[in-house]
C-alpha cells in the first residue's frame, strides 16, 4: 500500500518561511503525480500545488509567487517551499498522490500542521 509520510510544519511568524517534505513509498514514484492541499479549521479542504510525473507544476492562485513545489525522484520526496507566509495560510497540509491514470488524489499522508502568526 502506498504510504506518504508529510515532515517540516511548525510555526513561523508572518512574511517568514517553511519547507514541508514528503516522503512516499511502496510506489514507483517516477511515476506518480504528487501534490499537497490543506485544510484549515472550519474550512473546506483547498488544492495547494500539484507536481506531475513530467515535472510540471499547477498552482492555487493564493500561493502563486509563493509557494515552490518540486520532487527528488531519486529521493521518493516531494517538497514544497513555502514563502512569504500569511495567517491565512494556516492550516493542516496534506501531500497526495496519485497514479498517472487516475484523476483523484487516492493517497494521502497524514498531514502536518503549519501555523503563521501575524
Known amino acids: 500500500q502506498v504510504q506518504l509520510v508529510e515532515s517540516g510544519g511548525g510555526l513561523v511568524q508572518a512574511g517568514g518561511s517553511l519547507r514541508l517534505t514528503c516522503t512516499a513509498s511502496?510506489?514507483?514514484?517516477?511515476?506518480?503525480?504528487m501534490g499537497w492541499f490543506r485544510q484549515a479549521p472550519g474550512k473546506e479542504r483547498e488544492f495547494v500545488a500539484a507536481i506531475r510525473w513530467s515535472g510540471t507544476t499547477d498552482y492555487a492562485d493564493s500561493v502563486k509567487g509563493r509557494f515552490t513545489i518540486s520532487r527528488d525522484n531519486n529521493k521518493n520526496t516531494v517538497y514544497l517551499q513555502m514563502t512569504s507566509l500569511k495567517p491565512e495560510d494556516t492550516a493542516v497540509y496534506y501531500c497526495?498522490?496519485?497514479?498517472?491514470?487516475?484523476?483523484?488524489?487516492?493517497?494521502w499522508g497524514q498531514g502536518t500542521q503549519v501555523t503563521v502568526s501575524s
Open positions: 511502496r510506489l514507483t514514484f517516477r511515476y506518480w503525480n
Open positions: 497526495v498522490a496519485r497514479s498517472i491514470g487516475s484523476s483523484k488524489y487516492d493517497y
